[in-house]
């Protein structure tokens, strides 16, 4: 069964960073695509990146683009995002999932598809 972990959400104040990460078990081959997502409190869930097969590919929204950076652990299930420069407008529940399409696709949750963790919460305060 795959199970999907996040850690490392927790309050920061506006202009912090923080590293959320992603381990995920079960799997057969742990170097799959995988990918952080976000829902803010009375919000659609959206995509924030995407990494695939040994991180040869990213993908980034444009609202975090610049400011967060995806990548994975040399175990290869293990991702990571870290994110610099944070705003309130990052306060979000934020999930990761493993086994994504491997395409610009998967900023779209909706599309995305594979096994979700329970998310990780970041409140980012003014």
């Known amino acids: 069964q795959v199970q999907v972990m996040e850690s490392g959400g927790e309050a920061v104040q506006a202009g912090g960073s923080l590293r959320l990460s992603c381990t995920v078990s079960?799997?057969?081959?742990?170097?799959?695509?995988m990918g952080w997502f976000r829902q803010a409190p009375g919000k659609e869930r959206e995509g924030v990146a995407c990494?695939?097969?040994?991180?040869?590919?990213?993908y980034y929204a444009t609202s975090v683009t610049g400011r967060f950076t995806i990548s994975k652990g040399n175990a290869k299930n293990t991702t990571y995002l870290q994110m610099n420069s944070l705003n309130p407008e990052d306060t979000a529940l934020y999930y990761c999932?493993?086994?994504?399409?491997?395409?610009?696709?998967?900023?779209?949750?909706?599309?995305?598809?594979?096994?979700w963790g329970q998310g990780t919460q970041v409140t980012v305060s003014s």
């Open positions: 999932a493993v086994d994504i399409v491997p395409s610009f696709l998967c900023l779209n949750p909706s599309m995305a598809g594979g096994t």
């Open positions: 990494i695939t097969w040994s991180g040869g590919v990213t």
């Open positions: 079960g799997l057969t081959d742990p170097d799959r695509p």
